[in-house]
């Protein structure tokens, strides 16, 4: 068995969807057709994809998310009472890409989800497709779902006052419905899973910070809020099953949506937020530097796993800027629990990021590499 996750050399999760893959899934949208006639190939691809990964070293082995349209809304619309009845808008425009300089020039825009009766998980979600990944590897598979708080964009407008007259109720839904889903994967086997947020990296953003007002939030203590959500998710799960958050900045097509450091939110995700591991993007400026996590309690077996590689341009790395990076953090965070990933997955959306297989398969390779040289081991 490989050592307890997450490893030295870590990933987010989604991979590039190979051509014959992504051709059918375009035909399945412009025909109308559900993504579940497309199992068959979608099992091939997945197999292929689960050889590559082990083919590079990694022992977090993921299906891709290649069975999804998008990270979180093939997840959250599987919920009755979630939908999503249009984009959300941002400040009077619309997109995570709206700070971002999309290839295509024009922005993408996040799914809004609108709650319009009770929250209600009438069947397992993603545990068939982990026990596929499971019965095809004999490493650690590991289970992506979209984080909790996905459901509290919008704030008390996107949430029926009918269904929901108080909105403790509605969280407690949610938790129930979440907590549902991870006893069953537990069931399974699942020992590795990873929530998806881009609301705690909005709140790193002055000017998303106001989107935040407008949904009738106050930026202060929202943090909390989620917080609170998180655990009462997780609280329930299975003893041995490591829970992992990754903060997402945007990151579809190559896009981005917030910038700024921790600083507003760290004291509370390194302290109140009861996961096991923290996903932190790291790839570039926007994110700023190491300081918030002087925040990390002392003494604690949390894992930071730094996601300093990019999955949103082709350069490839350099291996010392990179062991450099690491030392840096390793000022704050003692370097037993610091671990290398890229700061995200290549599709977030199953059209992929604007890199090429080969860019893909270099850059998980250097995280590979690079955590063996700097802790001895890719574990």
Known sequence: MSATPPFRADQVGSLLRPKELLDANEKAIAEHHALDGLREL??????????????????????????????????IEKLEGAGTPGHLAINGTSGEGIQGKPLSGKPFAPRAYQVTGKLRRARPIEVENFKFVKANTTRTPKQTIPSPTMLLRGGRAAVSAKAYPDLQEFYADIAKVYREELNELGAAGCGYVQLDDTNYAYLCDDKLRGVFREWGYDPEEVPERFARLINSVIAGRPADMVAGI???????????????????????????????????????????????????????RKKIV??????????????????????????????????????????????????????????????????????????
């Open 42 to 75: 979608q099992d091939r691809c997945i197999r292929q994809a689960i050889h590559f990964q082990e083919s590079l070293g990694l022992h977090a082995i993921t299906d891709g998310e290649y069975r999804r349209q998008s990270f979180a809304s093939d997840f």
């Open 246 to 300: 990754h903060l997402c900045r945007g990151n579809s097509g190559g896009q981005w949506a917030a910038q700024g450091a921790y600083e507003p939110v760290a004291e509370v995700l390194l302290n109140r937020l009861e996961v096991d591991a923290y996903f932190l993007e790291y790839d570039d400026a926007r994110s700023g530097g190491f300081e918030p996590l002087r925040f990390y309690p002392k003494g604690s």
């Open 306 to 379: 730094l996601g300093l590689v990019s999955t949103k341009k082709p350069e490839i790395e350099s291996k010392e800027v990179l062991k450099r990076r690491i030392e840096e953090a390793a000022k704050y965070v003692p370097l037993e629990n610091l671990c290398l990933s890229p700061q995200c997955g290549f599709a977030s959306t199953f059209r992929g990021n604007p890199v090429t297989e080969e860019v893909e398969r270099r850059k998980l390779a250097l995280v590979v590499e690079t955590a063996a040289e700097v802790w001895g081991s890719a574990e």
